[in-house]
């Protein structure tokens, strides 16, 4: 009994992160219809998985195209994939089949690579572009002033459709530090949408301890993994 508080269930973080969610979206005057929850699947059991789906969830992430390949073997194409990780350009073509969102294209030979995929598989795949906001080295992304080239030329292939920009907050515990990332890809989205006429709906930002932030920001998907899984041991 005394692992019930360590190991709580799926359902009730999942509830917990509705309500923060729902509290955060409020605080900034928006609807919590307005954010998408994209629950972190990377090192968690697909029959983990599965539970949080039957708890609700509709969208997960996750990190590494070949664990994705063998939970989706389990789990099926009835909840939508969004690949989190960084991609290279050898696994576009798993990646287009396995996947909806790619959230993290942050070059234009990575593009092409997707784009070309796609058409084979005959998929209109959704891609937001990733963007090193904080300017940390270690962090992957395109720099904030070549992202308007990267969406423009994205935008221009075959098999792909641009819907947004996604960045990774500082690493920090005080998710206050993240702010500023976060405004600033919330400003390059309007930007964007001012400048090539692109709809752009999804800003993908914010995670379990930094989402509030990210939606005072304007963030319209959230991604979670350990509010809503626990602590993963890797
Ligand atoms: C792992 C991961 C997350 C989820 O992180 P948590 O802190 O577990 O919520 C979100 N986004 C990316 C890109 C990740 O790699």
Known sequence: MADDKQYSSIADNLARVRER???????????????????????????????????????IGENYVQEAAAKHAEIGAAVTWHFIGHLQRNKAGQAARLFDIIH?????????????RAQQL?????????????????????PPDEAAALVEKT????????????????????????????RLLAALAERLRRDTGLDLPWLSM????????????????VRVGTAIFGPRRN
């Open 104 to 116: 993290t294209v942050d070059s234009v030979r990575l593009a092409e690579a997707l784009s070309r």
């Open 155 to 182: 935008a221009a292939l075959d098999g792909l459709a641009v819907t947004g920009l996604m960045t990774i907050g500082r690493l920090q515990p005080d998710p206050e530090l993240a702010r500023p990332e976060f």
């Open 122 to 142: 005959d998929r209109r795949l959704e891609v937001l572009i990733q963007v090193n906001t904080s300017g940390e080295a270690t962090k992957a992304g395109v």
């Open 206 to 221: 914010g995670m379990s301890h930094d989402f509030e932030v990210a939606i005072d920001e304007g963030a319209t998907i």
């Open 21 to 59: 969610i729902a509290r955060a979206a409020e605080r900034a005057g928006r609807r919590p219809e307005q954010i998408r929850l994209v629950a972190v699947t990377k090192t968690v059991p697909a029959a983990r998985v599965k539970e949080a789906l039957a708890a609700g969830v509709t969208d």
